[in-house]
């Protein structure tokens, strides 16, 4: 379970500036997030923070029992809680794809072969093995990104934090499938930061950061499908991208059919079909 209570944080530049501004959170292990927001909401900042790569300003963060007020904790903190980045160039090590897969694995101090198995794994997890012996600099970004992924799968961390890392990838949707496979067979907890609403509204909880603040956490369904003019009003100002289900609803609506609010494209068939 990550704990976090009244956590701030400031970049030292800034220290006036709070870029995450009282968030409380509880993630318990196994769940399946998604966090969307704006450019500059600070999903990439608060990821850095549970990874540790940056050091809160004031507030309590617990990872199982793992407190980052001590900074003992570090190297455990970070073979517990993996994150794939955003930039994959910031993220690959070697120039050959499984010599950097097998890079993580090799500082645990696993034994070869173990490091062999998981570094297999995890490239065909990514539909990447049969590129095992090329050179990372010939793949496209999409590519990267996967060899990124498979980097930290290898790792084999309880939490993952996947930040916007599917973004150039092309089959992303069944990349998305093996992080979901991960979360059922091995009760993984997946942090899936994506400005993509459309596989955000695939996860169970979805957190929503506004201008340094979460602004929503609940099920896509209660968020994005909320009758409260409040809550619909609150989705507005946020200038997130609306569901195609709801977008659909809201521009059939003009035309004088009402249709239940739903982000399920097959129900949303069978309301029409009805009507
Ligand atoms: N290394 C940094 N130094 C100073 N400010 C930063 C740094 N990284 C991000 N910021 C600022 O922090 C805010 C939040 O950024 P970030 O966490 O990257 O947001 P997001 O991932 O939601 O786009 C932005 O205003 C950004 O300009
Ligand atoms: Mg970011």
Excluded: W
């Excluded at 001590?70 to 955003?86: A, L, T, W």
């Excluded at 120039?95 to 490239?123: H, K, M, S, T, Y």
């Excluded at 996947?162 to 973004?167: A, G, L, M, Q, R």
């Amino acid at each position: 379970m990550i704990k976090i209570k009244n956590l701030y944080f400031a970049y030292g530049c800034d220290e006036q500036r709070n870029i995450l501004d009282d968030i409380n959170l509880e993630i318990k292990q196994g769940e399946l997030i998604a966090f969307m927001g704006a450019n500059g909401s600070g999903k990439s900042t608060l990821a850095r923070l549970l990874n540790y790569l940056l050091k809160k300003k004031s507030g309590v963060i617990i990872t199982d029992d793992l407190n980052y007020d001590d900074e003992n904790n570090i190297y455990k903190i970070r073979s517990k809680v993996g994150m794939v980045f955003q930039n994959p160039d910031n993220q690959i090590v070697s120039d050959i794809i499984c010599e950097d897969i097998a890079f993580g694995p090799e500082n645990l101090n696993l034994d070869e072969n173990e490091i062999n198995q998981r570094v297999e794994n995890a490239l065909k997890m990514v539909n990447m093995f049969e590129y095992k012996n090329l050179l990372v600099s010939n793949l496209s970004g999409g590519q990267k990104q996967k060899i990124a992924i498979a980097g930290i799968l290898a790792m084999n961390p309880d939490y993952i934090i996947f930040d916007e890392s599917t973004s150039m990838i092309n089959d992303k949707q069944d990349i998305l499938e093996q992080i979901f496979d991960l979360n059922r067979k091995y009760q993984k907890t997946i942090i899936f930061i994506t400005h993509d609403v459309e596989e955000a509204i695939k996860f169970n909880r979805l957190i929503i950061l506004d201008k340094s603040k979460i602004i929503f956490d609940d099920t896509p369904e209660n968020i994005f499908c909320a009758k409260k003019k409040q809550t619909k009003d609150l989705i507005l100002k946020s200038n997130l991208d609306l569901p195609f289900t709801i977008k659909f609803i809201n521009e059939i609506k003009k035309h004088g059919i009402n249709l239940e609010n739903t982000l399920d494209i097959n129900l949303l068939a069978e309301f029409i079909s009805k009507y």
